[in-house]
């Protein structure tokens, strides 16, 4: 059974691969104007918010991904893949279930970068390498990655612990990203009003926030998102999303955790 461990192993993909093409996800520049692909008929997939950072992703033929996995906010069924950043533990385990078939490291290890292009049947799966503040109070570089999972003809990018603004080339290898899950803690990932101007430089159709530990942090950033976005506040931790059902406009869906 294939196992994906360590950044070193898919390491040598960095040297092969342009940047802009680790993340497939039609790629356009900053400040071209943003033209919404038109919906249509498709499959879904389905989004569960597990809690803290981790959401598990469901594609049409049944494939499961888990981000930020940690070994305790987790599914009923065994994912296929899942996603890590080691900010802190609740963003990973190096002890995952042992059944799980690729389990992928966000942040450099041996001095190697993680470029990831990973493909589970209807699934795709790169990385964009970011920084994060260390314990010392400097900079880690490539220390967590927003990870891309593209099915059904969408796409899909999950910010992992992102403590900074993006830069050009960074939105360029991101391309078009029609949903965003995102930090909202305002404090141990980054500011609040940097994460409104990391969506705005996104410009995701929809948002899922996370990394919130209480509903008055969720509060505080509805109350500031209110003027950009329609808000939506679920009853269920699981959503149903195709290209057919995306919203018209850019819209914050929040999903109670599952736990």
């Known amino acids: 059974m294939k196992r994906v461990r360590a950044a070193w192993l898919v390491g040598l993909a960095m040297l092969l691969l342009p940047r802009l093409v680790l993340a497939g996800c039609a790629p356009i520049a900053l400040g071209d104007a943003r033209v919404w692909r038109a919906a249509a008929e498709s499959d879904s997939l389905t989004i569960t918010f597990l809690g803290h950072a981790s959401f598990e992703i469901r594609t049409p033929s049944g494939v499961r991904a888990i981000t930020d996995y940690n070994g305790y906010n987790v599914a009923d069924a065994v994912p296929d893949l899942v996603t890590m950043n080691h900010a802190h533990s609740t963003h990973y385990t190096l002890n995952p279930d042992r059944r799980i078939r690729y389990v992928l490291h966000g942040w450099k290890e041996h001095g190697v970068v993680p470029a990831y292009d990973v493909v589970v049947q209807d699934l795709h799966v790169t990385n964009l390498p970011t920084n994060i503040r260390d314990w010392a109070g400097g900079t880690e570089i490539d220390g967590n990655s927003i990870f891309v999972f593209e099915?059904?003809?969408?796409?899909?990018?999950?910010?992992?612990?992102?403590?900074?603004?993006?830069?050009?080339?960074?939105?360029?290898?991101?391309?078009?990203?029609?949903?965003?899950?995102?930090?909202?803690?305002?404090?141990?990932?980054?500011?609040?009003?940097?994460?409104?101007?990391?969506?705005?430089?996104?410009?995701?159709?929809?948002?899922?926030?996370?990394?919130?530990?209480?509903?008055?942090?969720?509060?505080?950033?509805?109350?500031?998102?209110?003027?950009?976005?329609?808000?939506?506040?679920?009853?269920?931790?699981?959503?149903?999303?195709?290209?057919?059902?995306?919203?018209?406009?850019?819209?914050?869906?929040?999903?109670?955790?599952?736990?």
Do not use: K, W
């Open 151 to 259: 099915s059904a003809g969408l796409c899909i990018a999950h910010l992992g612990h992102l403590h900074h603004l993006l830069e050009r080339q960074d939105l360029d290898a991101l391309g078009h990203i029609d949903i965003v899950m995102a930090a909202i803690d305002g404090a141990y990932t980054i500011s609040l009003s940097d994460i409104m101007t990391v969506l705005d430089q996104i410009q995701p159709r929809v948002v899922l926030p996370m990394h919130y530990f209480n509903r008055e942090i969720l509060a505080r950033f509805l109350d500031v998102a209110r003027a950009r976005y329609v808000i939506e506040q679920r009853e269920s931790p699981s959503s149903q999303v195709s290209r057919a059902s995306l919203p018209g406009q850019p819209t914050i869906i929040a999903l109670p955790s599952r736990y």
